[in-house]
């Protein structure tokens, strides 16, 4: 007999419990057509809230920052937080109480709220909440960028591995060359040396 208590059920099995409880129309708004295949998105339209200009003795310091940063993601609702000691700034990326998806969901004043237990406080003036397209601004710019970012070597500036990129790229595909050739002929001389290699491979042992 499972004595397993119900509090200790699995968040996944939840999420399934959760989805027989809704219709049809919410669960198909959970998913997008993305080059021609049907893809499940857990967030769309969500929110992003920066707290700024807080109190560095409410802060502490770097220690507690990066516990309350901590904190703050443990909170199921809470998808991202950033506690940035050194600019007196809050940043959370969190699902609204009116977001349209199945995900955990809190308010801004909840968020404030525990903030408050945490020792922060602020007034309305240090408060920018905007909505934040979850699909556009995180997934797309992941998984789907319009361009690789590439960063420039170490020490050197973009104008400077602009004029030496094109000389990399041709001593690189040499060296690359260079180095297919040199284990193709290694490749040919373990073969000659080992000839029942070269019958199980199915191939001609040349010395």
């Known amino acids: 007999m499972d004595k397993t208590p ?13 989805q ?6 919410t669960i198909e708004h959970q ?4 080059n021609g295949n049907k893809v499940r998105v857990p967030y769309r339209l969500i929110r992003r809230v920066v707290f700024s200009n807080l109190k ?22 809470v998808l991202k937080a950033s506690v940035q000691f050194a600019r007196n700034s809050i940043i959370i990326t969190y699902n609204p109480k009116n977001a349209d998806n199945l995900r955990e969901k809190i308010s801004l004043e909840e968020i404030i709220r525990f903030l408050a237990k945490e020792g922060v ?19 797309s710019y992941a998984f ?9 070597p170490y020490s050197y500036t973009p104008e400077e591995w602009k004029k030496m990129k094109p000389k990399w790229e041709a001593q690189k ?22 000839p029942e290699l ?4 199915g191939v001609e042992a040349k010395p």
């Open 144 to 152: 789907n960028p319009p361009s690789i970012r590439e960063h420039v």
């Open 56 to 77: 560095k003795n409410e802060l502490l310091d770097l220690p507690h920052s990066a516990r309350l940063q901590y904190r703050l993601m443990l909170m199921d609702a």
């Open 20 to 25: 027989q409880k809704i219709d049809e129309k």
């Open 173 to 194: 595909a040499k060296g690359k060359k260079v180095s297919e050739e040199k284990f193709r002929q290694f490749q040919k001389g373990y073969i000659a040396e080992h």
């Open 198 to 201: 070269a019958k199980e491979l």
């Open 31 to 34: 998913y997008i057509m993305e």
């Open 121 to 139: 406080h602020f007034d309305k003036s240090q408060i920018d909440d905007q909505p934040y397209d979850y699909y556009k601004d995180f997934y």
């Open 6 to 18: 119900k509090e200790s059920q699995s968040a996944y099995l939840k999420d399934l419990q959760g």
